[in-house]
């Protein structure tokens, strides 16, 4: 029995050959999200991802590259790693599936359910789909074709080992009956029901005989076979409680789960064979205390899925949301709140580039951003940069309906995080932001500021301010992690928001005046939109789509020239010696001799023996160019492909390692590439870049 206030959050376990794109950054965050607000909240986290590392694709790709799968999962698991860092994603443990220990534990599974005869061996003639590894039924199949993913099926007989999943579909029923949480949100909860009520649950084919799939983990009973990948994938879910919490003896408190989030997509994988796999693994055990371990999870929410400015997201279309770029050119605290605020969660949305501008700017620029900076700005011109004390009301309905609202909202927000509603969060707290707008509007601070006698009533303005934009940042930071802190920092609080706060620390109640402030640089700057075609790169600042002196979210970058060709050959002859202080300068005739040009990647391919050379073909519309670039160590050949970036038309060609490059590459970093340049909008391959 689970007696302390624990939360247990998870994600999908994500396949590792998959290239991270905005579906899987969503979930993530949105797990992230309710992980900071918990922990916030003082409740015992503890934030699950990972990676499903098993299955036929992993094996398929591995011998395609000549590796060995292990390897080859090794090579690629930090695309997954490094970007949760870059969206600053404070997971507890990171599973991948070829753990040794998770197999253990999904092997003593396998054993427990066959020894009670949960499992048994049987012939299976069917439809499979190798794509999805998985076999249809007759009906499902029309045309000859995969009903999920279209490809061409196959006819396929063989022994396998069989789950009796069939046998719990009454427990199932009743179980979502009831319990009203446990898939949300209601809509998806109503599908499964209407499913499991209308068509008999068949069992579950849980094994592959290696002669087709060897890269699983072994039967215990045979080892002519390996386990379905998602029979291994979802144990994930309690394997990991055993070995990677920092608690000894192992962290099994945490169970049951407080939410699985996952994609709708993979809601009957989860709400179905996951629930199943669990009664089962209760059904193997007399003993209460065992039988509780396997409790079914509180909550399985099934959020949408995104489409790309109107499209669905394929790699063949080219139009693969890539979360690195978007960290890259909005910065991760922007992408985190784009994602949450645009669309509510479990419902479909759409991105575009220009909608994520329109809601940066307007919620955060002019939003909070403004907020504190005005704020800040009138507290440093007239109280010598200290929180002033308040004084008597300047307009009391305003100020009644702000501290009314500050009052509310704890209580309305925790409502909306038991309810996963991030959107009508998000929409609570720019309330509050534009009540204080109209406030500070409205009692024209800087008008208080010029009369003597008005210093108490512009004092009770800035007071108001500060003490709203404390509870802004408090409220804010589960989105915003860095951002939140940052406002605490500017307000003088010593604050850390990663750690536990009492509840009174934010109350409106709490005194803040004495505070000195430290007002910094701005929080969002605007982001200005380039001409279609046109675009500016603002100087000593990477984040080309940012007004110059943006935040830097990691240390400034100034664009480079990302190949192993020494930087000077694109560059004109410097007018002046540089200094280490300030570069040389060049005329503009210097610099319109380099010919840039938006580039679309046809393909992309690892140069053999170097970690560092990738051989890209690009097309520049009318021609087609090859280019080797200095990019490999942070970028995956694949995830290149359908990218638009920028290149330097007019080099004199040049071989590098025996290949011949035509071009070069336009990157942000010095020694160590941090981003390519791409554009906001769809710019034509061809089109010139000054
Ligand atoms: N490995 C399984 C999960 C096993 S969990 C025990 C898997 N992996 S995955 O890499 O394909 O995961 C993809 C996740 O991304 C799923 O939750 C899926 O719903 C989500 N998305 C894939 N495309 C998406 C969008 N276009 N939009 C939003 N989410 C999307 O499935």
New binding site residues.
């Given amino acids: 029995m689970n007696t302390r206030d624990t939360f247990y959050i998870t994600t999908?376990?994500?396949?590792v050959n998959?290239v991270p794109?905005?579906?899987?950054a969503?979930?993530t965050v949105a797990a992230d999200v309710l992980a900071r607000y918990w922990r916030l909240r003082g409740r015992e986290v503890f934030f699950l991802t990972g990676l499903?590392e098993h299955g036929q694709k992993v094996q398929q790709a591995a011998a395609k590259a000549g590796i060995d799968p292990q390897a080859h999962c090794d090579r690629l698991a930090p695309q997954f790693t490094n970007l949760w860092q870059r969206l600053n994603i404070s997971n507890d443990a990171f599973i991948r599936t070829t753990d040794k220990q998770h197999q253990v534990v999904v092997q003593r599974y396998l054993q427990q359910l066959y020894d009670k005869q949960l499992i048994y061996k049987a012939d299976y003639t069917g439809w499979y789909c190798t794509y999805d590894e998985r076999f249809w039924t007759e009906k499902d199949v029309v045309g000859g074709l995969c009903p999920d993913c279209k490809r061409p099926i196959e006819r396929l007989s063989e022994h396998n080992y069989f789950f009796k999943m069939g046998q719990y579909q009454e427990r199932l029923i009743d179980h979502i009956r009831t319990h009203e949480d446990f898939i949300r949100p209601a809509s998806r909860r109503n599908e499964v029901l209407g499913f499991l009520q209308t068509q008999k649950l068949g069992d579950l084919s849980i094994s592959r005989p290696k002669s087709r799939l060897s890269w699983g983990i072994e039967l215990p009973f045979d080892e002519n076979y390996v386990t379905y990948v998602w029979f291994d994938?979802?144990v994930?879910y309690i394997s990991a409680l055993e070995y990677l919490p920092n608690e000894k003896p192992a962290g099994l408190g945490y169970w049951p789960a407080n939410v699985h989030l996952?994609?709708?997509?993979?809601l009957t994988t989860h709400a179905v064979y996951w629930s199943t796999m669990l009664m089962a693994l209760a059904d193997t055990t007399e003993e209460d205390e065992k039988r509780a371990y396997f409790a079914l999870p509180k909550t399985i929410f099934a959020h949408g899925?995104?489409t790309v400015d109107g499209e669905k997201?394929s790699k063949s279309r080219g139009n693969v949301v890539d979360p690195n770029a978007m960290v890259d050119q909005f910065d991760a605290d922007a992408f985190r709140y784009f994602l949450l605020r645009e669309v509510p969660f479990g419902q479909d949305g759409d991105f575009s580039r220009s909608t994520m501008v329109t809601t940066i700017n307007s919620a955060l620029a002019n939003g909070i951003g403004n907020l504190l900076s005005r704020t800040l700005t009138m507290i440093e011109r007239s109280c010598a940069g200290t929180i002033p004390d308040r004084g008597p009301a300047v307009l009391p309905e305003l100020e009644q309906r702000i501290e009314d609202l500050a009052r509310q909202l704890p209580a309305r927000i925790e409502a909306g995080y038991n309810g996963l509603l991030f959107r009508d969060i998000l929409l609570m707290i720019e309330e509050l932001n534009s009540a204080c707008d109209e406030y500070i509007d409205k009692s024209a601070p800087w008008k208080l500021a010029k009369q003597p006698e008005a210093q108490p009533q512009l004092h009770t303005v800035l007071n108001t301010s500060a003490r709203a934009l404390r509870l802004l940042a408090i409220l804010l930071y589960p989105f915003m992690p860095q951002a939140a802190q940052q406002m605490i920092h500017q307000l003088g609080l010593p604050l850390d928001l990663s750690k536990p706060i009492s509840t009174n620390v934010g109350d409106w109640d709490t005194p803040i005046a004495g505070s000195r402030i430290q007002k910094g640089v701005a929080l969002f700057p605007r982001i200005l939109l380039a001409e279609p075609g046109e675009y500016k790169l603002t100087g000593g600042d990477a984040r080309i789509y940012k007004a110059k002196g943006g935040r830097p979210v990691s240390e400034p970058t100034t664009p480079s020239l990302a190949t192993t060709t020494p930087p000077q050959i694109a560059t004109p002859a410097p007018a002046a010696a540089p200094t280490a202080a300030q570069p040389a300068q060049i005329t503009i005739d210097d610099f319109m001799k380099v010919q840039l040009k938006a580039a679309k990647v046809l393909a992309a391919e690892r140069v053999p023996k170097s970690e560092k050379l990738l051989k890209l073909q690009v097309s520049l519309g009318s021609e087609q160019r090859q280019i080797v670039a200095g990019i490999g160590k942070k970028y995956e050949p694949d995830t290149l492909v359908g990218k638009t970036i920028v290149i330097v038309a007019n080099l004199k060609p040049a071989k590098l390692m025996g290949i011949e490059s035509q071009g070069m590459v336009l990157a942000a970093g010095d020694s160590e590439v941090r981003g390519l340049a791409t554009f906001i909008e769809d710019v034509e391959p061809g089109t010139k870049v000054k």
């Fill in positions: 999908p376990i994500y396949y998959d794109h905005i579906g899987h969503y979930t499903d994938a979802l994930n996952v994609g709708k997509d993979i899925w995104w997201m």
